[in-house]
């Protein structure tokens, strides 16, 4: 699991009565909780299983199931409380010399403009309605990706899904696998109550109970009632919830961009952005690992900064200074690599090639560092009415200068010295003159 990081938002802030009085009063909703789990406890399986059901191996086989269902209940509830929230690291905190001039920009573009800079080597593609780089004015730090601000918490949370005062947490990037397990099991138990005591309550309505020890006194009654109906009551809640929250996790969406899409730099608002197909979804959230999907162990997938997108928001792979791939008929390709790539540039047979002024290609050099590559210098582009030979095939791109390369003959790749380019390039020149000034 990922470690817990820092809340920038409690930095410095000092402990008062007040505050300890208020996160005092936040736990009552979770003490209410557990001592409901706690009564049905003793009710189902000390006033039911014990002292109502005679039969010893239905007796036996109603506590073992329960006992699983309830075990793995209340660890699922447990981890989603106390599992710590994830907060945005230290690194995508704004310094104090960029916050003076982000709160005292004089337009917003130049607000966006320094928010931009900042976030350049981070990887954020949600924006604001503006267009700009989301950013806590309370954290003072940039926002990831589906993180949000919780005024609960303090804090900016990774992956925020909602805060739940029945867990006292957030829900969100490290414990919404423990929330929907939770989720899950509660309703399986409330069911599992409700079906295994119903033929119980029956015979309660029908007096068929009445003779029974401690049933006499009423209190027996009291339990199987209400043991009945509370079970049912909470069942018929789950159901709802249980289900909004399977469907939010086969769409990849929480339920902050349910109700507010996330705005992308490509692509603008989209709620199903996240969204990889329901079982890649689904893999996000409980791990690749099928055997501990229904476990409340931590295999969710991903750091909690960055996610995977729909390809329409992704930055597209391409070359912006052009194609430099050129078909001749001597070969099936003639690939130009770009200056982030070290493969050779390999042609068939000899031939005359071109390269691009706008381009800065990578190749094979006699000048050429340890790793025999050398960036080609960019030259100008030649006037418009000259034209350009390759191969035997016209080509009047204005951008394009011809060079002669030599061919290394033992392994075909092109070899380019860079003293005869420039020498060709000025040869080139003075020749494209000397024609523009016949004409």
């Not at 109700?259 to 952005?273: E, Q, S, T």
């Not at 689904?282 to 295999?299: A, C, I, M, R, S």
């Amino acid at each position: 699991m990922p470690a817990a990081m820092g809340n920038y938002d409690n930095d410095g802030k000092k402990s008062t009565p007040c505050a300890n009085c208020m996160a005092a009063l936040k736990w009552i909703p979770v003490i209410f909780i557990s001592a409901v789990i706690a009564w049905s406890y003793y009710a189902y399986v000390v006033q039911l299983c014990l002292l109502s059901i005679d039969n010893t191996f239905e007796k036996i086989v109603f506590l073992i199931f329960y006992h699983i269902i309830c075990m793995l209940f209340f660890w699922s509830y447990w981890n989603t409380i106390f599992t710590p929230v994830g907060t945005v690291p230290s690194n995508w905190r704004i310094p104090e010399s960029d916050i003076e001039h982000i709160f005292h920009a004089d337009t917003q573009e130049q607000q966006k403009r320094i928010l931009e800079n900042f976030a350049k080597t981070l990887p954020v593609t949600n924006r604001t309605l503006n267009g700009s780089v989301r950013f806590c004015e309370k954290c003072k730090i940039i926002k990831p990706d589906c993180a949000h601000h919780c005024s609960v918490c303090g804090s900016c949370v990774l992956k925020m899904d909602h805060h739940c005062p029945w867990v006292n947490n957030c829900v969100n990037f490290t414990n919404y696998k423990f929330f929907v397990l939770f989720l899950g099991y509660a309703l399986l138990y409330c069911l599992y109550v409700a079906l295994t005591s119903l033929e119980y309550f029956i015979r309660f309505w029908r007096s068929d109970l009445s003779q029974q020890g401690d049933l006499n006194g009423g209190m027996g009654r009291f339990h199987i009632l209400f043991l009945f109906f509370v079970s049912l009551m909470f069942a018929i809640s789950l159901v709802s919830l249980f289900g909004y929250h399977v469907y939010l996790t086969l769409m990849n969406r929480t339920t902050l961009e349910a109700f507010r899409a996330p705005i992308f730099r490509i692509g603008g608002p989209d709620k199903n952005g996240y969204n990889l197909g329901k079982y890649a979804n689904f893999q996000e959230v409980f791990g690749d690992n099928w055997k501990l999907w229904f476990l409340p162990v931590y295999t969710s997938v991903g750091d909690g900064l960055t996610y995977n997108t729909q390809k329409q928001h992704q930055m597209p792979s391409y070359d912006s200074m052009g194609d430099t791939t050129q078909q001749t008929s001597h070969s099936q390709h003639h690939q130009l690599l770009r200056q982030d790539d070290t493969l050779p540039l390999n042609v068939a047979m000899p031939a005359m090639g071109s390269v691009s002024a706008a381009s800065t290609a990578t190749v094979k050099s006699d000048g050429a560092d340890m790793n025999g590559l050398v960036p080609i210098i960019p030259v100008k582009p030649v006037p418009a009415d000259a034209t350009a030979i390759i191969d035997g095939i016209a080509s009047t791109d204005i951008e394009e200068v011809v060079v002669m390369p030599a061919i290394d003959t033992a392994n075909g790749n092109v070899v380019i010295n860079m003293r005869e380019l420039e020498e060709s390039y000025g040869t080139q020149q003075e020749q494209q003159q000397e024609d523009v000034e016949n004409v």
